[in-house]
């Protein structure tokens, strides 16, 4: 009579093994999947420009774009002045290397001497150029 049987039977551990590997890979493949289909993977990201400001004065300035990706200023684009967000009377156009536009407001922008001017990127909340005037 046999009381115990000391041979181990490790017959079903490597079947087991791989179906937990097969498991955990189909689950890492759908996440990996699911992040480029729902656009997870890559962030937006603000036009990269060189823009500088000049002929700053009480009401406005210009614009100088210097170079880089042309800049939605209708659509995509916001403008702060001294903190808050200004309506400014601009062309509403798109601003390309080389161009100039002038950023006058009939009495909404006052600059003073310090003020801090932002353009920002409203799709990607990012900041594209920042000036500070000195009038």
């Known amino acids: 009579m ?3 049987d000391l041979k181990r039977k490790d017959d079903a551990v490597s079947p087991v093994i791989g179906v937990i590997l ?18 997870l993977g890559s962030p ?22 210097q170079g880089g990706d042309s800049i939605d200023l209708q659509n995509d684009t916001k403008l702060t002045v001294g903190g808050s967000e200004s309506t ?5 156009t798109t601003i390309e290397v080389g161009e100039e536009k002038e950023i006058y407001d009939s009495g909404n922008i006052t600059l003073t001497d310090g003020d801090s001017i932002k353009l920002i990127d409203s799709e990607a909340n990012q900041m594209i150029a ?3 005037a000195d009038i």
């Open 2 to 4: 046999k009381i115990f």
């Open 22 to 39: 097969m498991v955990a890979i189909t689950v890492i493949l759908a996440a990996v999947i699911a992040s480029f289909v729902f656009g």
């Open 44 to 65: 937006e990201s603000a036009p990269q420009a060189s823009i500088k400001a000049t002929d700053v004065n009480a009401t406005g300035f210009t614009l100088v774009h």
């Open 88 to 92: 400014a009377l601009w062309n509403k």
């Open 130 to 132: 920042q000036f500070t």
